[in-house]
């Protein structure tokens, strides 16, 4: 990990604050045009359970305004270092990872007491709304863009499970959390896995985050997961599966609640078998990933990267970015020009300028 990075180091910076002094509940309330370090607040995108994501903006260097995402903790989880703790281990992992797959962090800091952490922006939607949106029209996605997008995935988790620690050991990253909600489909042909906030590295910070404790959806969950096992990069190889798996199929592998799922998992049920319509090669792939037997799945993200780049080459036409950033605009291209508008009235309503 690179601790001279200067973004690195604001983080230490924050995370030696708020473990020396554990912060006060907030009663902090932000509003648009409140200004946190060098960003000003557009406007609010969401609100979860223990963050709100805001559109914000910076002058940058040629004078034209520079969007961001900030991230801040809900004010009334400050309070619990325990939260506090996994809310800065993602921004932590994400300051270590630099990659055009994986979401970049632009700054980190406090904002009188609330943890907050500005991400590049992306002018996209998530992978799960593009699928809604073809669904929704009676189509399905293109094996080239399903391929395209899940090598991309590949090549970004693969770098993350790579990362080293100062000592120059594997620091043990696990996203713990793929799925079609957690990669991101740009307008100009980008795919970003982001939401790090589940993941686990084996000398993080924080130990909140044990074994034992289930994190991540159960749809996308390792079946040595759900079995209470040491997990380690092969569960995210079995997540981008069921993510391919669902698009290719329309389902995720195991159905009914997630109870059902879990136990289905757990007791090494086998998944509902693909169509015969799909093609061998095909199959082939998404089998490599869904074996039960982690030692006989792809033990890599970029050995099944490999593998889709051999199923591809057998099946479709490659797909270069701007032809997928095409593809991307074509459903999503209405939804994100209102987007862009509602960003460009809260610059105007607050006199960003």
């Not at 912060?23 to 309330?29: H, I, T, V």
């Not at 509003?31 to 963050?51: C, I, Y």
């Not at 709304?129 to 693969?158: A, D, F, K, W, Y």
Request: with cysteine; charged share 25%.
């Amino acid at each position: 990990m690179d601790s001279e990075n200067p973004i690195s180091m604001r983080w230490a910076r924050v995370v030696e604050a708020t473990s020396r002094t554990p912060l006060p509940m907030s009663e902090l309330r932000l509003r648009a045009g409140d200004l946190l370090g060098e960003f000003t607040l557009l406007m609010k995108l969401a609100q979860g359970g223990m963050a709100t994501i805001w559109v914000a903006a910076r002058k940058a260097s040629d004078g034209r305004p520079e969007l961001v995402a900030i991230k801040t903790m809900l004010p009334h989880l400050c309070g619990d270092h325990a939260f506090v703790s996994m809310f800065l281990d993602e921004v932590g992992l994400l300051t270590a990872i630099h990659h055009p797959n994986v979401i970049e962090v632009r700054d980190v800091g406090l904002h009188y007491g609330l943890p907050y952490v500005a991400l590049e922006w992306i002018d996209g939607d998530s992978l799960g709304q593009l699928m809604t949106e073809v669904t929704s029209r009676g189509e399905q996605l293109p094996l080239n863009v399903m391929l395209r997008i899940v090598g991309e995935c590949c090549l970004g988790l693969h770098v993350a499970h790579e990362l080293r620690n100062e000592r120059g050991e594997l620091a043990g990253v696990i996203h713990r959390d793929v799925s079609p909600a957690n990669i991101v489909t740009g307008a100009s042909g980008d795919v970003k896995l982001i939401d790090f906030g589940v993941a686990t590295a084996v000398d993080r910070l924080s130990e909140q985050t044990g074994t034992g404790v289930y994190k991540g959806k159960v749809t996308y969950m390792a079946p040595e997961q759900a079995m209470r096992l040491k997990i380690d990069r092969r569960a995210d190889v079995w997540a981008a599966g069921v993510v391919l798996y669902r698009m290719v199929t329309g389902r995720t592998p195991y159905q009914g609640s997630m109870l059902e799922v879990f136990q289905q998992l757990k007791l090494g049920a086998p998944y509902t078998p693909l169509p015969r319509s799909v093609p061998k090669p095909l199959a082939d792939v998404i089998h490599g990933a869904l074996r039960r037997d982690r030692e006989q799945r792809y033990q890599t993200a970029a050995d099944f990267r490999r593998g889709i780049q051999f199923a591809a080459a057998q099946l479709c036409e490659p797909l270069a970015k701007d032809q997928f950033a095409q593809y991307v605009r074509r459903y999503l291209g209405e939804k994100l020009s209102t987007q862009r508008a509602q960003i460009l009235e809260a610059m105007a309503s607050i006199e960003f300028a």
